[in-house]
């Protein structure tokens, strides 16, 4: 690990301010993800800031019946929230599938949303990673590609985001707030805050350079039932190959892109009457593979309408 400075934030407008001016500088709360990578050399921040301690992991009603999740509630504290369990069971469920208790006691929602790749190839610094060093190339086109993307993959980056918890928000149409260096501060879907990788995937969101998570804020439960389904190769807490969140007509697909995947063709031929299993080939007729992770493609086929008659009241 290379030397570097620290400072605790006394305030998020502190924060915001001093990731501003002070070059190389980033962000740390829990460090679940980021204090390995650091280890690794593969994150050399000059300057860590940390966040953890602000007065924002609050968890409030909002005046319409949805939640406001402060950035730094922790992924136990989120999961654990009586509201949550009742109004968006969908998101305990992907944030107990996500990570041991001792990994959801330190991680936070605003860091569980910034995750970085699992991809072999971006944490092995004697391979080539365009994430990792832009315009290296990517080891994973024919390489072990398992556990690539099969939709809105590049020549340039087939790795897959890792987060549980962002699939799960995506299908409740979560909303992000933030605040910028300037002190501004924003509100936008959150399928507006990761990017596909196209010709440049080392920047992975839509973040401005220091802009702070503030809160994620979700609407009213959708009408209909909610669940997360995931598949790994082993129960204890694996990486995923496939996962869905249903909640209510929506659907987001996890482990399968570069980011959460809104199934938004599958959820519109459902709305039209489809049935689950032709709803879900709608959205697989785009869905491309490489060389060993074409499986993804069957497996969606039989996870998705299970999980979508399990949300409806079925059997799982």
Known sequence: MRPFTYERAASV?????????TPNA???AGGTNLLDLMKL???TPAHLID????PIAGIEDTADGGLRIGAMATNSHVAADVRVRSRYPVL????VAGGSGQLRNKATTGGNLLQRTRCAYFYDTS????KRQPGSGCGALEGLNRNSAIFGASHACIATHPSDMAVALTALDATVETLSPSGQARSFSILELHRLPGETPDVETHLIPGELITAIVLPPPPAGGQVYRKVRDRASYAAGLASVAVA????????????PWRAEKAEAALALGSSPVEAIAAELAEATHSSRNGFKIDLLRRLVPVAVAQANGGEA
Do not use: D, M, Y
Not at 13 to 21: I, L, P, R
Not at 127 to 130: A, G, S, V
């Open 26 to 28: 980033k962000f740390i």
């Open 127 to 130: 391979k080539p990673c365009n």
């Open 248 to 259: 209510g007509g929506n659907l987001a697909l996890g482990s399968v892109a570069h980011k």
């Open 13 to 21: 407008e502190a924060a915001v301010k001093s990731a501003a001016q």
């Open 92 to 95: 305990t469920q992907a944030i």
């Open 51 to 54: 966040v953890g301690r602000l």
């Open 41 to 43: 050399e593969i994150e």
